[in-house]
């Protein structure tokens, strides 16, 4: 089992829908959580942070449930532009294997006009 | 410079041929990581320098690979005897302090091995 499993998709959506992606985590001690985007043939961006609170940055929403062990990230009114992989990463603390990201293989998202 | 920059962009070896990866990364980032991603799948950890400090290697496939960074700021991704399983991109990436506020990434070097 992978530590980081995600829905590879794919999701084909049409433009102004709402879709939401998860993942999943197997070690518990994972600090900090993260979604990056990866377009075609570039490097992974940073989209943002994931927090136990919950966190939204426009149409993007994070949520981290630590019980379960499980992160969503739910984009609303979805763009041409948004499509995409995206990743989700889980780190260790840094106190503990130097704080080590693992990557999932990421989901992909194609929005439709 | 403004970002992570990796060199070479495109690199084709000749099976059993050794190659050297570069990164400059931001200049003032203290951890420098190296990632190996194949087609389709997420990057997957390589090893992590903070500063000239090698803090963790065990991600490095098999001793054909091997990183420096000898004065803490560029790296260099060495792989010898290159065979070909070892076609990927390779990801760079820098963070100012630890790793708690997310990497940025260099464009990598797409390494094919013929």
């Known amino acids: 089992r992978k530590e980081v499993e995600q829905d590879p998709g794919p999701f084909n959506v049409p433009e102004g829908a709402t879709v939401a992606f998860n993942c999943t985590y197997s070690?518990?001690?994972?600090?900090?959580f993260f979604w990056y985007r990866q377009d075609c043939r570039k490097e992974p961006k940073l989209l943002m942070s994931v927090y136990s609170s919950g966190n939204e940055d426009g149409r993007f929403t994070a949520q981290l449930n630590r019980a379960s062990q499980y992160i969503s990230l739910l984009i609303r009114d979805s763009k041409l532009s948004d499509s995409a992989t995206y990743l989700c990463v889980v780190t260790l603390p840094y106190n503990t294997n130097a704080g080590k990201s693992t990557f999932g293989d990421g989901t992909t998202l194609t929005v439709k006009p | 410079g403004a970002g992570v920059s990796q060199s070479p962009r495109y690199k084709v070896a000749k099976r059993g041929q050794d190659v050297a990866l570069r990164c400059d990364p931001i200049s003032g980032h203290v951890s420098l990581f190296w990632y190996q991603q194949a087609l389709g799948q997420g990057p997957e950890f390589l090893t992590y320098?903070?500063?000239?400090?090698?803090?963790?290697k065990s991600g490095l496939p098999s001793d054909r690979f091997f990183a420096e960074r000898p004065e803490g700021s560029v790296s260099t991704l060495k792989i010898q005897r290159t065979q070909q399983e070892d076609s990927a991109v390779y990801l760079c990436a820098s963070s100012l302090t630890g790793i708690n506020y997310g990497y940025t990434f260099g464009s990598g070097t797409r390494l094919t091995v013929v």
């Open positions: 320098f903070q500063n000239e400090a090698q803090l963790d």
């Open positions: 070690n518990s001690a994972s600090q900090s």
